[in-house]
């Protein structure tokens, strides 16, 4: 008896090592920086392992993000451990689409059309809102204005509102503790955490499952941003280590749990000094990149915190003011104030996609892709519209009246869902998109 427990922890034990090898390489197989690729050939190799295993990329950082939340109580260190979290909060949705292939240059075939959208406003600021985010399951966004306050909505009260619910109230929280604009919002993908930062030189942690809160429960606020403006904050995937863009070059990495603050330790351009407009990890952490004001956009390795590759002049001599990653982490997705949007392929650095027929000369705004990535999206100031372009074929595809008062400044869309919000500069409103009926 004992020989056949033996037998089966050995066969238990296996099958384990078998299925952590299968993560392993399908996780190295995806990174598209350093030596990752070839380190896959080698462990795969090693290990008996098929290369081309049919393993979901990011399921290794999925089940490592659990681990850790479950040795800590399934919080970060400062939340009670018997705070509860939403039923369906930080689960990991499917994308509609599987993701696409941008690597040819020229794509045949007709455009495809996104659906006619309508909005609604929802709320408004005191201020400029200046910023917006939704979580990574789509139950939640939240804006932060110039007025210094943080606004959090719930999506499906969004929807019970517009459809005829008089008694449905979307806006949930209300947050007031800094002391300057806010200039950008991260959820934390596994705990009801919003993370914040803006121009006090404070990032701040609010724990919106709690409602009675409106200050931050955590602030950093180290030697660097005594004196530098945090212009953009992004959360790992796994939740344990925070991103800060700042007026600094250079972005800045914390382990949230220890304040502990790592720097690149190479950085290949000399004399650079420019402000990081935004600052965003790919979808395992595996890499990160950051959009200048010298008009340059940086890709780090997520793990070492070297920079990989230096695109400079990417918008020409124009700021580069947004700056994101496709789900596959094989291209970034940037915008300028030169006009265009631009798409990147990572391995290579040459551009594969423009998008014209935009203007986008002062605001900060972004460019972003919806939920499928079929489509990107942004905002035309000199019309005061919303432009949508198909993401293969690069042509402009809808043109909706933005219904603000005043350009709007920001444009943010689910990652699950084809809706979307906008916020308003003179009427520093928040609206709601979503496909007409």
């Avoid at 904050?233 to 603050?261: I, R």
Wanted: charged share 20%; aromatic share 8%; hydrophobic share 35%.
């Amino acid at each position: 008896m004992e020989n056949s427990g033996s037998l089966e922890q050995a066969l238990q034990e296996g099958n384990i090592l078998r299925q952590l090898n299968a993560l392993i390489v399908a996780h190295l197989r995806h990174h598209n920086l350093s030596q990752a690729c070839l380190v896959a050939s080698d462990v795969a190799s090693a290990t008996m392992t098929p290369l081309n295993v049919e393993v979901s990329p990011t399921r290794l950082l999925e089940l490592v993000a659990k681990g850790l939340a479950a040795e800590n109580n399934g919080s970060l260190r400062g939340v009670s451990s018997s705070v509860l979290l939403p039923t369906s909060y930080g689960s990991v949705t499917n994308p509609r689409t599987a993701s696409i292939d941008f690597s040819a240059t020229h794509v045949k075939g007709s455009s495809k059309t996104l659906p006619k959208h309508e909005s609604k406003q929802l709320s408004e600021h005191k201020s400029v809102v200046r910023c917006a985010r939704f979580s990574s399951d789509g139950m939640f966004f939240a804006t932060g204005g110039a007025d210094t306050s943080i606004k959090l909505f719930e999506v499906p009260k969004v929807k019970q509102m517009l459809s005829g619910d008089t008694q449905a109230r979307p806006l949930i929280r209300s947050f007031y503790d800094h002391a300057e604009p806010i200039n950008d919002l991260d959820f934390h993908a596994r705990s009801t955490i919003l993370v914040s930062s803006a121009k006090d030189n404070c990032i701040k942690f609010f724990d919106f499952s709690k409602t009675t809160a409106k200050r931050a429960f955590k602030v950093f606020q180290v030697d660097l941003m005594d004196t530098h403006n945090v212009r953009s904050v992004s959360f790992h995937p796994s939740g344990e280590f925070l991103l800060a863009g700042t007026d600094h070059a250079v972005p800045h990495l914390y382990d949230v749990n220890t304040y502990q603050c790592f720097l690149p330790s190479t950085f290949p351009d000399s004399g650079v000094n420019g402000a990081i407009n935004q600052v965003r990890y790919s979808s395992t952490g595996s890499v990160y990149v950051t959009a200048s004001k010298d008009g340059s956009i940086r890709l780090f390795d997520g793990v070492s915190a070297k920079c990989v590759r230096s695109i400079s002049s990417a918008h020409g001599k124009s700021e580069v003011t947004s700056a994101v990653f496709t789900r596959d982490q094989r291209f970034v997705l940037s915008s300028g104030k030169d006009s265009t949007v631009k798409l990147w392929e990572i391995a290579s650095g040459r551009m594969v996609k423009e998008y014209l027929g935009a203007k986008r000369l002062k605001l900060r705004s972004q460019a972003i892709f919806n939920d499928t990535e079929e489509f990107v999206i942004s905002i035309d100031e000199g019309n005061n519209e919303v432009v949508t372009w198909d993401a293969r074929t690069a042509e402009k595809v809808a043109k909706w009246p933005s219904n603000h008062n005043g350009v709007p400044r920001w444009v943010e869309h689910s990652p699950v869902e084809s809706v979307f919000v906008t916020c308003g500069t003179t009427d520093r409103s928040v609206r709601f998109w979503k496909e007409s009926v």
